[in-house]
T-cell receptor
């Protein structure tokens, strides 16, 4: 089983639609959680951290369920510019004592005009 | 957020040559940097954690002698791919943690990546 699992998609949605992505992780000792966005042939960019109480940033809402080891991202009122791959990232404490990121394979989103 | 740069952005080399990639934190000092590799249509895979002034910690399956990491200063880490072969062709991305970030989120900031093509 992969440490972080995501539906690869692609999700093709019309402009203005609401779309939700899910992610599950296997290590219950995971410390913190993020959603990153990656455009084609570019580096990942932080979209938002995910907090236990859930958090919102404009059109984006992230939720965490530690009991189910599940993270979600909701995008409302999709824009063409939201087209990208969304990476679910889990932060673990490595044996060296430093933190390390574990990436999901990403979910591709394409917003259509 | 913090800025991380990488150089070169793209490199094409012949099989058997060595390639050095630099990763710099531009507006902060990074005691820890990370090196990732991403193959087409796959996710980022952590190769190693680079620690300033000490040896890098490599992930399982990553050859230390092939991927040499040097973190000589608080703003620079280098990855050298020695005797590169076509199967080493990939997108190499570094990241760094900004110690000025407070709280438990431990965010990493990524460089723009280096696309390596080995002929």
């Amino acid at each position: 089983r992969k440490e972080v699992e995501q539906d690869p998609g692609p999700f093709n949605v019309p402009e203005g639609a609401t779309v939700a992505f899910n992610c599950t992780y296997s290590n219950s000792a995971s410390q913190s959680f993020f959603w990153y966005r990656q455009d084609c042939r570019k580096e990942p960019k932080l979209l938002m951290s995910v907090y236990s109480s859930g958090n919102e940033d404009g059109r984006f809402t992230a939720q965490l369920n530690r009991a189910s080891q599940y993270i979600s991202l909701l995008i409302r009122d999709s824009k063409l510019s939201d087209s990208a791959t969304y990476l679910c990232v889990v932060n673990l404490v490595a044996t060296s004592g430093t933190y390390k990121y574990i990436f999901g394979t990403g979910t591709r989103l394409k917003v259509l005009a | 957020g913090a800025v991380v740069s990488q150089h070169p952005s793209r490199v094409i080399c012949k099989s058997g040559t060595s390639v050095k990639i630099e990763c710099r934190s531009l507006d902060f000092q990074a005691t820890t940097m990370f090196w990732y590799r991403q193959f087409p249509k796959q996710s980022l895979m952590l190769m190693a954690t680079s620690n300033e002034g000490s040896k890098a910690t490599y992930e399982q399956g990553v050859e230390k002698d092939k991927f040499l990491i040097n973190h000589a200063s608080l703003t620079l880490s280098t990855l050298t791919v020695t005797s590169a072969h076509p199967e080493d062709s990939s997108f190499y991305i570094c990241s760094a943690r900004d110690p000025r970030d407070r709280g438990s989120t431990d965010t990493q900031y990524f460089g723009p990546g280096t696309r390596l093509t080995v002929l």
